[in-house]
Structure formats: structure tokens, C-alpha cells
């Protein structure tokens, strides 16, 4: 089944403890990106990926690190979480080069920061 | 103003009405836009593109405005199972930087 995951899917952490978000898709898309979603704000886009060793900040990058090592697998990195990225985080992919850009999203990550 | 606004809703209508959707966008050399839907605590899906003619998809159709920088839908003869929130996105640029609205929720009543 053609799908994105994301693990953990619900996290509560501790201010300043790292952490990671994996993501992984398995329909060989180029292009993954990754969004929080706040009340009163929408999805705002962090960080996105057009292709292998390719990454660049979306809006709202502050506090986040990504990498994109292999085609299939998108971490977010928190190095030091602050209360502040107490968030709903979506991971999405889509295959680039298509006008449509369909952007199939992952099921979300509910992280708490304490 | 925003790059991204949309009708603040929420929007509440009877089954079988017809309802729409404003969306506007404040970069002029924006290219592609959507309409995605949200059900409550689930995923964003992809509902439908704009395209420059318009288009339609059963119940729904979508129009691009670009000398007024607007996108819209219009969804007729609500159903119960439309109740969502409704995305508009538009993409920055080239380089795949997508912008979303905050989203208009929808409640289709019996």
C-alpha cells in the first residue's frame, strides 16, 4: 500500500531533550516536506526536500534540523525542544516534476513539550 | 496581508445546499494552486487542482481568478460527509514552497 508514516505518532518529551520524527514513504517520490499545524495559524511549512542531499527552509525553520540521506526517509530533528513546538507535525511527500504536486501526507505526530 | 486568505467560516448550511469557498493569494507569480480537505485530527487530502478554465469534479468546481488573485469552490448538493475543513494551498515560486490558508470549516447539517 503506497503510504507515508511517521513514528512516534503521539510523543510528550521534557524541554531541551533531542529528539527525532522519522518519516518514510514508499512510492519514490523526490520531494518531502514536513508542516506543523497550529490553532489559529494553519500548516506552516518547515522544511522541505526536492531530492536526495537537497533540503531548504520553509517558513518556519527556526529550532528544527532536517536531512534527506535516502530517497525513501525525511527525519525532523529537535535538537533542544522548547515548549513553543508544541505542535501537530505532518510529514507529506509527492512525486515533483508533476503539475498536480499532490502532496500525500503522513497520519501526523502530536508532540507535547513540558 | 497574508499570502494565503481564506473565508474565516465556519459555514454552517442544510443538506442539499449549495455553498463556495474564496480563497485569495497576494503573490502574483504564483502558478499552481488546490483545494485540500481536512476531516477533524486527520491528514490534509488532496480534493481537487485549480486549473486556469476551471474544473469540475462531480459536485465540485474549482475557478482561478488571476487578474484578482482568487481561487474558489463551490460544492453543490451538500452532503453530511462534506463536513470538513477546506484548504487552500498555493505554490510559491519553483521551488515547491507550499502555502496553505488557514482553512474554512464546513458543517453540513440534516
Known amino acids: 500500500e503506497a503510504q507515508v508514516t511517521q513514528n512516534p505518532r503521539y510523543l510528550i518529551t521534557v524541554t531541551g531533550k533531542k529528539l527525532t520524527v522519522t518519516c518514510s514513504q514508499n512510492?519514490?517520490?523526490?520531494?518531502m516536506s514536513w508542516y506543523r499545524q497550529d490553532p489559529g495559524l494553519g500548516l506552516r511549512q518547515i522544511y522541505y526536500s526536492m531530492n536526495v542531499e537537497v533540503t531548504d527552509k520553509g517558513d518556519v525553520p527556526e529550532g528544527y534540523k532536517v536531512s534527506r540521506k535516502e530517497k525513501r526517509n525525511f527525519p525532523l530533528i529537535l535538537e533542544s525542544p522548547s515548549p513553543n513546538q508544541t505542535s501537530l507535525y505532518f510529514c507529506a511527500s509527492s512525486l515533483y516534476g508533476s503539475v498536480d504536486y499532490e502532496q500525500y501526507f503522513g497520519p501526523g505526530t502530536r508532540l507535547t513539550v513540558t | 496581508r497574508k499570502e494565503v486568505e481564506q473565508d474565516p467560516g465556519p459555514f454552517n448550511v442544510p443538506e442539499g445546499a449549495t455553498v463556495a469557498f474564496n480563497c485569495t493569494y497576494s503573490n502574483s507569480a504564483s502558478q499552481s494552486f488546490f483545494w485540500y480537505r481536512q476531516d477533524c485530527r486527520k491528514e490534509p487530502k488532496l480534493l481537487m487542482s485549480?486549473?486556469?478554465s476551471g474544473n469540475e469534479d462531480g459536485r465540485f468546481t474549482a475557478q482561478l481568478n488571476r487578474a484578482s488573485q482568487y481561487i474558489s469552490l463551490l460544492i453543490r448538493d451538500s452532503k453530511l460527509s462534506d463536513s470538513a475543513t477546506y484548504l487552500c494551498?498555493?505554490?510559491?515560486?519553483?521551488?515547491?514552497?507550499?502555502?496553505f490558508g488557514k482553512g474554512t470549516k464546513l458543517s453540513v447539517k440534516p
Open positions: 512510492m519514490n517520490h523526490e520531494y
Open positions: 485549480v486549473y486556469s
Open positions: 494551498v498555493v505554490i510559491r515560486g519553483s521551488q515547491g514552497n507550499l502555502i
